[in-house]
């Protein structure tokens, strides 16, 4: 939709008390949510700039991708609601959605996986690349290191202006996330790389790749692939989120696909967003250390407490004002697996039902309108299938690619992309001369 498209016959007018004139501005209207005012000339009309740090009231796109209705709790990809997507489709079918717009039919699908699949491996130079990084490193800090090295060892897709290029990197990133993640795990526990298998599925494949050794076979649990798949479907995209945006803004230089995920990964290992999901299991597990449901009131209280930085981990969110629904799926997932393993009397996970039901009462959540977020249960499940916390927001950043690549694609693409620069109010000192190196104080 161009600017035109959007337009609607009404009109901001933004008036002042300072003696600026008044100025009309037009108004867009999206085909669901919130109309926009288009300020774009507002600077040039009036010398103003707006203020909105941490982009509160802000559009800074219009895009096609997925929408979020946080009143409702709703989630659409491409319009689908997120539960009917979970439910009838795999990762990949979803991947197939958010590139191109469409749901594939059946030929196309097992094409477009076919297409995957033999693009599963990485540049065998990788796995020396890799060697430069200390064992104990933090998988996220390799995996920042290993996306950002595609440029390098992919320099034959770098160009974003040749479709083409454009579509090889975006199956290169989608077929080679799982295989640099499980690179990153083995990496850290001292293991030998296992290859990908290629006549396995998407999420078996990565399963095979994380806990397989080459000393026996690894034959996954069927209920744990679906889970391992709905995970990453739960978390393929989400708007105009942090890392999302940071996608946006790097890749607004021109600079390669490569690059600008490479930031998203980086963006996204922030406790706030996507790193909530390991330091959620932290918090549940210290819990449980400390005494268990005996120290829920007291620690609830301190998360209550202005002063203490205590926050309840996978609860609260930018937009949902109501329930995440994909927390709700993550829940139904988790009891899936729990008793899939003979779990179901999992301390955390009841630790974790009895804090949201203690939240969802306590009037201080209440009024704040905060309620579980995707995080809240999935570092429960990637537990139970075996993932190791510091390896949670790889998983996160696997999953994303495929939202940030197609946001990427949307960005590029548009007619009327340019390259990012925000403004700022400067509140800094005024204009002063330097003082001899001898006077200053
Ligand atoms: C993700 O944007 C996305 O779409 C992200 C994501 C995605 O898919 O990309 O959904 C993934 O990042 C989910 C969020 C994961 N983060 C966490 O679970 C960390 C804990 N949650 C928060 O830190 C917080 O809720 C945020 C960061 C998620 C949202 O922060 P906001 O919108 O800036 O809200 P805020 O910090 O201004 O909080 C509003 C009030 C404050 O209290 P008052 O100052 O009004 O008294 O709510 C309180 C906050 O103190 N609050 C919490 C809380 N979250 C907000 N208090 C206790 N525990 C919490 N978790």
Redesign the pocket.
């Known amino acids: 939709m161009t600017t035109e498209d959007k337009a609607t016959e009404h009109k901001a007018t933004l008036s002042f008390s300072d003696g600026t004139p008044s100025v009309d501005f037009p108004m867009m209207k999206g085909t669901v949510g919130p109309d926009v005012i288009d300020i774009r000339k507002l600077y040039g009309a009036t010398g103003k700039f707006t203020y909105d740090t ?1 982009f ?1 009231s802000t559009a800074s796109c219009n895009s096609t991708v997925t929408y ?1 209705d946080g009143d409702a709790g709703k989630l659409l990809y491409r319009g689908y609601p997120i539960e009917q997507l979970a439910t009838h489709c795999d990762f990949l079918e979803v991947c197939y959605l958010l590139y191109y717009g469409e749901l594939p039919n059946a030929p196309a699908l097992e094409e477009f996986k076919d297409l995957v699949m033999h693009h599963t491996m990485v540049h065998e130079q990788m796995q020396f690349a890799i060697r430069g990084f200390r064992r104990d490193s933090h998988p996220m800090a390799i995996l920042t290191g290993l996306v950002g090295g595609m440029a390098a060892f992919y320099p034959d897709s770098l160009d974003i202006n040749s479709p083409e290029q454009q579509d090889i990197s975006f199956v290169r990133l989608v077929a080679k996330m799982p295989t640099m993640v499980a690179m990153a795990y083995k990496y850290s526990i001292g293991q030998p790389y296992i290859y990908p298998v290629n006549r396995l599925g998407y999420a078996s494949n990565f399963m095979h790749m994380m806990f397989a050794t080459p000393c026996e076979d690894y034959e996954p649990n069927p209920v744990l692939v679906r889970a391992m798949d709905r995970i990453f479907t739960l ?1 393929a ?8 945006s940071t996608v946006r803004l790097c890749g607004s230089s021109g600079t390669s696909p490569f690059s600008a995920i490479a930031a998203g990964v980086a963006c ?1 290992w922030g ?7 390991q ?2 299991l932290e918090m549940l597990e210290q819990i449980q250390a400390d005494g268990g449901m005996a120290k829920v009131g007291e620690f609830m209280e301190k ?2 407490d ?1 002063h203490s930085a ?11 004002k109501n329930f ?1 629904p ?1 927390a709700k799926l993550m829940q139904e997932t988790c009891k899936e697996v729990l008793a899939a393993l003979g779990l179901e009397n999992d301390p955390i996970f009841k630790l974790a039902m009895a804090l949201e039901k203690i939240a969802l009462e306590d009037p ?2 209440v009024e ?1 309108k ?1 309620y579980p ?4 249960y999935s570092g429960i499940v990637q537990r139970a299938l075996g993932i190791p916390t510091s390896m949670f927001t790889c998983i ?1 950043a696997l999953a ?1 690619t495929i939202g940030w690549v197609a946001q990427w694609k949307e960005m590029i693409t548009d007619s009327e992309y340019r390259i990012g620069r925000p403004r700022q109010l400067y509140t800094g000192s005024v204009e002063r001369d330097v003082p001899p190196r001898r006077g200053r104080s």
């Open positions: 941490g509160l979020i978390h995209d989400h708007e105009q989120n942090a890392s999302t996204l406790p706030a967003h996507g790193g909530a999901n330091a959620c998360v209550k202005k205590s926050r309840l981990m996978g609860f609260g969110h930018r937009v949902y995440d994909r201080y959540f704040r905060l977020n995707v995080d809240f996160f994303r």
